[in-house]
Nanobody, 121 residues
Framework: VQLQASGGGLVQTGGSLRLSCAARTASNNGMGWFRQAPGKERDFVASIGWNGGAPVYADSVKDRFTISRGYASNTVSLQMNELTPEDTAVYYC?????????????????WGEGTLVTVSS
């Protein structure tokens, strides 16, 4: 399963970005987004079920970020609003082993190359 993430870039505090990720096949799997800041571990951001339901968010992004599935279900997007410098990281999309996403990295079997998000103060 190949994953391709896009949409990263440089934005000012308070701005918005939309990340997208396309998988060759993931229509029966949950998908998720993780992020890794310099010198830190890769942390959970958000996940969503195979049918676009059951979204789950990390507390740090809840009410600011929205995860969604594309019509073909092989794509997942992350709308990020009210960005702060603490959101600066490389963002990774991943395909879950099962029909629903998870907060745990070990529940994901395929990972895309990350896309860098930089939020300036």
């Amino acid at each position: 399963v190949q994953l391709q993430a896009s949409g990263g870039g440089l934005v000012q505090t308070g701005g918005s970005l939309r990340l997208s990720c396309a998988a060759r096949t993931a229509s029966n799997n949950g998908m998720g987004w993780f992020r890794q800041a310099p010198g830190k571990e890769r942390d959970f951001v958000a996940s969503i079920g195979w049918n676009g339901g059951a979204p789950v968010y990390a507390d740090s992004v809840k009410d600011r970020f929205t995860i969604s599935r594309g019509y073909a279900s092989n794509t997942v997007s992350l709308q990020m609003n009210e960005l702060t410098p603490e959101d600066t990281a490389v963002y990774y999309c991943a395909v879950a082993r099962r029909a629903y996403g998870s907060r745990s990295r070990s529940d994901y079997t395929y990972w895309g190359e990350g896309t860098l998000v930089t939020v300036s103060s």
